[in-house]
């Protein structure tokens, strides 16, 4: 018999009862559990760059930030990846820059 870790039974069986329960709490149980993607211009900001050192370190072109952070486009998936390891390590992006 296969022994299974008791905290993954646990979340499996509470995530079966809000599924079976209401689909709406589902999601709204799955999205809190992801984490927040960094917006652009805060992360920018926090890092202490300016509009063209960001778009240096995330390889794109200024022109893009600026549309990032006016949310008139969203960053590609790559792009979205690196800006949440620049928020786990904020200095990365100045060592980056070097």
Known sequence: MELKDPMFELLSSLEQI?????????????????PAQ????RLREMTGMQ????AKVMGVSV???????????????????????LHANPYLGRQLLE
Do not use: G, Y
């Open 18 to 34: 809000v599924l079976t329960r209401d689909d709406r709490a589902a999601e709204l149980l799955i999205q809190r559990q992801q």
């Open 63 to 85: 022109s893009s930030v600026k549309s990032w952070e006016a949310r008139r486009t969203r960053p590609s998936a790559t792009a979205q990846k690196l800006m949440k390891l």
């Open 38 to 41: 960094p917006e652009p211009q």
């Open 51 to 54: 509009v063209d050192e960001f």
